[in-house]
């Protein structure tokens, strides 16, 4: 029997596994990782109806300096129902008598780490915190993964001899290339543990590309552990020392010791972003932003002065019909780029889609101002989605698939903007007589056969001449109102 003696922990009892019933034992898929054991695999203990999930593990391939537990077999203390040695019970797990040595990084975790204001600000005082402390520190990667449709993971570097810490958004596309799937990032987001590569010598293991790049500028030691969130999720972080010798087992330890606090400080600020980027992918910019300020209640909100831009696509229910799902899907998502894509380029905000609509606005500071730039912005968005459509029809007519028709319609007036629904079930939109009329004006786009019809308020607000197409009653409107469309040019 061994027994190991770690950092500040209680002594653990590793068996050889010819000692042990291993037809007790069922294999799991957990995997951890210790910076200077290498990484455990897990068994599950079943006797009888008995069991107790992954209360064994072992160091199958064990790094060199801890190469004495290989072929050795440690339980759970908690998961024994009784320990015995020489036929006599032992009621509490021994410790040990000699104090460790204070660690560092847990007074600067409870004195300082606390105070940083994001990821990025926590890296910093991290590796500032290392580097204090006597640390051979580098460099210090964190892979925070993310819930961004368009990002897999932010990427925050802090290197010794840089200003500060670089962060890099990584594509979903990061995860199918080569050099990702060469790395140690992969091993570890597949929950197969972690890394630790001495990188001296002549018989240095350099099996990940990134390892002969670093050696190339002098590096020594290489881990990379997994930072595991509070719901499993698996994150990444790395040391690099250029230090002869590397990390010290003492050092890692105490790096180790912190990791399960330091991750939950990581995942406050990831879910802090994670919930800011949700709601601005999903309510837009600037009401994502206003419910992150506090508007959360039914009711909160402000009656607020804008353009108001609606766009509809033609004939959607036929296409449905006669397209198959993906390709239906696909042509929606085509004109969703192109019509939600011209407002977010041109500064406006995308509050809902609706079916096959887009509802967006451009906010007005000045009520009373006779030409403000953000009609001017509007109009601009409604003629860029007007070309990038045509430029998709083209592309869909030589192909032989169905064109899209749509109508956009464009008004200025006083909105409500905020929550409206029900207690349990809020929508962050506009209300108002505004956004009935506007919806009324586009609907009229295929009687009159205008791509983009506009109101009076509207083409009043803009230098642009507009050609009058007549009055005409809305549904569910007073009186007549006065349509303007584009000059033909």
């Not at 640390?135 to 964190?142: A, T």
């Not at 719901?231 to 002869?244: F, W």
């Not at 464009?410 to 629904?421: E, F, K, P, Q």
Request: proline content about 4%; charged content about 25%; glycine content about 6%.
């Amino acid at each position: 029997m061994l027994v190991m003696h770690e950092t500040r922990l209680a002594p653990v009892f590793y068996f050889p596994r010819e000692d042990v019933r291993m037809d007790l034992l069922v294999k799991s898929d957990r995997h951890t990782h210790c910076p200077f054991k290498g990484n455990a695999s897990y068994w599950t203990i079943r006797v009888g109806e008995t069991s107790a999930k992954d209360a064994a593990w072992s160091y199958e391939t064990p790094y060199d300096e801890s190469s004495s537990v290989k072929g050795y077999i440690a339980f759970d203390w908690q998961a024994i129902a009784k320990w015995s040695a020489d036929d006599t019970e032992i009621v509490e797990q021994p410790r040990d008598k000699a104090v460790a040595k204070e660690n560092p990084l847990v007074s600067w975790l409870v004195r300082d780490a606390w105070m940083s204001k994001s990821s990025r600000d926590l890296v910093t005082r991290f590796s500032d915190a290392m580097i204090a402390a006597g640390f051979p520190l580098w460099q210090l990667r964190l892979l925070v993964r993310t819930m961004n449709p368009l990002l897999f993971a932010l990427v925050y570097t802090w290197r010794r001899d840089g200003d500060e810490v670089t962060v890099f958004e990584s594509p979903h596309e990061t995860l199918q290339s080569e050099r990702f799937r060469n790395s140690p990032f992969a091993l570890v987001i597949n929950g197969e543990g972690g890394v630790r590569r001495r990188l001296e010598g002549p018989n240095a293991r350099l099996d990940f590309p990134v390892l002969e790049d670093l050696v190339a500028e002098g590096a020594t030691d290489y881990v990379a552990m997994p930072l595991r969130f509070s719901d499993g999720q698996l994150n990444i972080l790395t040391l690099v020392s250029d230090r002869p010798g590397g990390f010290s087992t003492e050092e890692l330890g105490q790096i180790h010791e912190i990791l399960p606090t330091l991750s939950r400080l990581f995942e406050s600020h990831a879910l802090r972003l994670s919930s800011s980027t949700l709601l601005r992918t999903y309510l837009g910019s600037d009401a994502g932003q206003r419910v992150m300020d506090g508007l959360v209640k039914r009711g909160d909100g402000e009656d607020i002065h804008a353009a108001i831009w609606i766009t509809d696509l033609r004939d959607s229910t036929s296409l449905a019909a006669s397209l198959s799902r993906e390709d239906y899907l696909s042509l929606l998502n085509r004109y969703f780029d192109s019509m939600a894509g011209a407002v977010l380029d041109h500064g406006g905000e995308v509050l809902k889609f609706i079916g096959d609509s887009v509802l967006a606005i451009f906010a007005i500071d000045d009520p009373d101002q006779k030409e403000p730039e953000a009609c001017a912005r509007a109009l601009a968005a409604a003629d860029d989605a007007s070309r990038q459509i045509e430029a998709v029809n083209k592309e869909r007519a030589a192909d032989g698939a169905p064109l899209m028709e749509f109508g956009i319609g464009l008004h200025r007036g006083d909105l409500t903007y905020g929550n409206i629904g029900t207690t349990k079930r809020l929508d962050f939109t506009v209300i108002g007589s505004a956004v009935n009329e506007v919806a009324r004006i586009e609907s009229l786009s295929k009687t009159l056969n205008r791509q983009i019809l506009i109101s009076a308020a509207f083409a009043d607000s803009v230098p642009d001449p507009m050609i009058s197409l007549g009055h005409h009653t809305l549904r569910g409107v007073t009186g007549e109102r006065e349509i303007f469309g584009l000059p033909a040019a």
